[in-house]
């Protein structure tokens, strides 16, 4: 009876160390993610409308100052965030983040009336109204002026918001503006007049040996990333499949995008989408693009990227 009671104890200690080992292999952690409204997150908008079936949790903020209020606080374990902002975090944490991919793109395009402005140098004595006094625009189209013999040559008219620069455009036939996708496409939706003159993206390209214009990228929290190799790298090749979905089916995609609050309208989202530069550059080709453009921007004015070029650990 003894050796009964031995064999029955014996039983039940295995069969509760194997439930203490699955119960462990099937604890996952949860991936806290924080993305602002705009191009910069249409990429994860598949993950966002699979949620309940992954691992992941989701913030989307307006503004990039609770994103990064919350992955300095370590309240947020990865965010899609401006370049240079992402650069301005890494500086203020003593390089506590790391950049894990490009996500988004140049996204800033001319539109206008005129079928005659087709380059930069066809700016030469126009007023362009745009957004952005102050940060990545106006950076952006300095450089690009600069670099075509038009400093001082062309007007800039800073407007609050590209909303007023869109009325502008409507109001005013023969102005010029420079604004963002997805207020590009709303803009020629609204105004059948207007057209796209510029690709600053393609201005940048012909400029730049390596580098390329960046809107957004992804970081992750060093920490984290020292603790959860795995699961960042399942979030990387989640997001990649994601991207690729949104760029191959931009009519699902755009009902995502308005589902997550990111565009209002779906007809808006599915004409932009194809104009938003949506992607997921990893490794060496991710450091050379990045660095090159936030060269240039530190150039243009050092605290628009924190004061200092990031060390060689911001490039995961």
């Known amino acids: 009876m003894k050796k ?15 439930t203490g080992c699955n119960t462990k292999e099937d604890t996952k952690t949860n991936v806290r993610i924080g993305a602002l409204k705009g191009p910069t997150s249409i990429g994860l908008v598949k993950l966002l ?27 947020l374990d990865i965010a899609l965030i401006p370049a240079n902002v992402a650069s301005v975090l890494y500086n203020k944490t003593n390089g506590a983040i790391s ?11 001319i539109v206008s009336t005129d079928p005659s402005i087709k380059e930069i140098k066809d700016l030469k004595g126009q007023t362009i109204y745009t957004t952005g006094a102050g940060s990545t625009p ?8 600069a670099e075509n013999n038009l400093s001082g040559s062309v007007n800039i008219e800073f ?3 590209a909303t007023e620069v869109a009325a502008r455009l409507s109001s005013d036939p ?19 007049k207007l057209s796209v003159n510029i690709n600053l993206s393609e201005e940048w390209d012909k400029l730049n040996n390596g580098s390329k214009l960046v809107t957004g990228v992804t970081v992750v929290r060093k920490e984290f990333l020292d603790s959860h190799p795995q699961e960042v790298e399942t979030f990387l090749k989640d997001h990649e499949v994601s991207v690729k979905f949104v760029n191959s089916n931009p009519e699902e ?13 779906a007809p808006i ?6 104009y938003c530069n949506i992607v997921c550059i990893k490794g060496e080709e991710m450091k050379s693009a990045l660095s090159g453009y936030l060269k240039v921007l530190y150039e243009q004015d050092p605290a628009s990227i924190g004061k200092s070029l990031p060390g060689e650990d911001f490039y995961e």
């Open 4 to 18: 009964f009671s031995k064999i029955i104890i014996a039983v039940m200690a295995i069969m509760l160390f194997l």
């Open 253 to 265: 995609a755009a009902q995502y995008t308005v589902d997550a609050g990111i565009i209002e309208k």
């Open 174 to 192: 023969g102005a010029i503006g420079l604004l963002p996708q997805p207020f590009v496409t709303a803009a020629l939706m609204q105004n059948n």
């Open 269 to 274: 989202a599915e004409k932009a989408i194809p």
């Open 159 to 161: 407007l609050s918001e």
């Open 49 to 75: 409308h699979d949620n309940g079936n992954n691992n992941y949790s989701f913030t989307m903020e307006t503004g990039a100052d609770v994103l990064l209020s919350s992955i300095a606080s370590g309240d």
């Open 99 to 109: 950049v894990i991919d490009i996500n988004t793109l140049g996204v800033l395009y």
């Open 138 to 145: 106006e950076y952006v189209l300095s450089y690009l002026l």
